[in-house]
């Protein structure tokens, strides 16, 4: 199978399933123009690790640098443009019960017309008050990239920082999303995996999940990743040229 012809047991199990599992990381996106993690950082964030920026000790080191770090994201996220893999995956859902379950902290899934039942490492358009907990508009980032730390704006109710909505490295998944994936999951038929390494857990432990519980799972990434050896059928391929291709 090269990226363009697809394993015709590949097509049939998307064409016999009847509720789908879409579980999305940062290759989702990457034809939008989204760099992933595996891409190397460029810019002011070049010398940092995403697991640096991306933590409660890189927020307390200088939540500044973090919080322009999301702030430059978010505007990115803002200019461009879901691809034919989310399209995809909306139109499908128009034939079938279709549950998202992302990694991504991006809003592309839901402007290309899909419902997402779990943003498993939350959201770039839900800033909070890293004090009280309140919620604070997205006011929709950058559009010229920093070259040096942003001060996060202060809680009106208790002067706290506003942090980022996105679950860092070392914090706890949003116990409501991680319980819409499981019963996503428990009630599918057929689950796509879609631009991840699968590396991080506890979110890379849901296919394998799927895959003990008897779901029919497809990988779809141009790389061999940690989930591959355990699937039924992966596809060395992108999302916005596989996707389609699945869809009838
Ligand atoms: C937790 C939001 C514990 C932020 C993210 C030490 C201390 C504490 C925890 C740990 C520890 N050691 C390990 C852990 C666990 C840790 C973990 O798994 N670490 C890894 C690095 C080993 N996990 C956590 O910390 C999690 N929390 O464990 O809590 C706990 C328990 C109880 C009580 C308290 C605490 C929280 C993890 C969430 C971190 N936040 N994101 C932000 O976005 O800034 S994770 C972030 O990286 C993404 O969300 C994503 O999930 C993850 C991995 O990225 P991917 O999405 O897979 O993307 P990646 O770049 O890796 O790969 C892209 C893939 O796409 C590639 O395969 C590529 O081939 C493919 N691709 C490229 N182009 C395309 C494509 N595919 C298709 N089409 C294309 N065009
Ligand atoms: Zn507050």
Redesign the pocket.
């Known amino acids: 199978m090269n990226q363009h012809t697809v394993d015709p047991a590949i097509v049939e199990a998307a064409r016999l399933a009847r509720r789908v599992v879409a579980f999305s ?4 996106s ?2 939008s123009g989204i760099p ?4 190397a950082q460029t810019g002011l964030w070049e010398k940092f690790e ?2 640096q ?2 933590s409660p000790d890189g927020w307390r080191r200088d939540s500044g640098l973090v919080w322009a770090w ?1 702030q430059w ?1 978010t505007g990115l996220v803002r200019r461009v443009q879901p691809n034919d ?1 989310h399209r995809a995956l909306a139109a499908w859902g128009q034939q079938v019960p279709m549950k998202i379950i992302t ?3 991006d809003d592309l899934h839901e402007r290309a017309g899909s419902e997402v039942t779990a943003h ?3 959201s770039l358009f839900a800033p909070r008050c890293s004090g009280c907990g309140a919620a604070y508009p997205s006011d929709g980032g950058l559009d010229v990239e920093p070259t040096g730390p942003v001060p996060p704006p202060k809680c009106a109710s208790c002067g706290g920082e506003v942090r ?1 909505g ?8 949003p116990l409501e999303a991680w319980q819409g994936a499981e019963n996503a999951i428990d009630e599918c038929d057929l689950m796509i995996v ?11 432990a849901l296919p394998l999940q799927a895959i003990e519980s008897g779901v029919t799972v497809l990988e ?4 061999t ?1 940690d989930l591959s050896p355990h699937v039924h059928h992966s596809w060395r ?4 040229i ?1 996707l389609p291709a699945l869809v009838a």
């Open positions: 990381g940062a290759g989702m990457a034809e992933t993690f595996r891409d995403p697991e920026l991306a999301y994201r893999g990694q991504n902290v498993l490492h939350g980022p996105a679950v860092w490295f070392g914090e706890s998944l879609v631009g991840t390494s699968g590396v991080v857990y506890p979110a890379a779809i990434n141009p790389q990743t391929t992108t999302a916005a596989g």
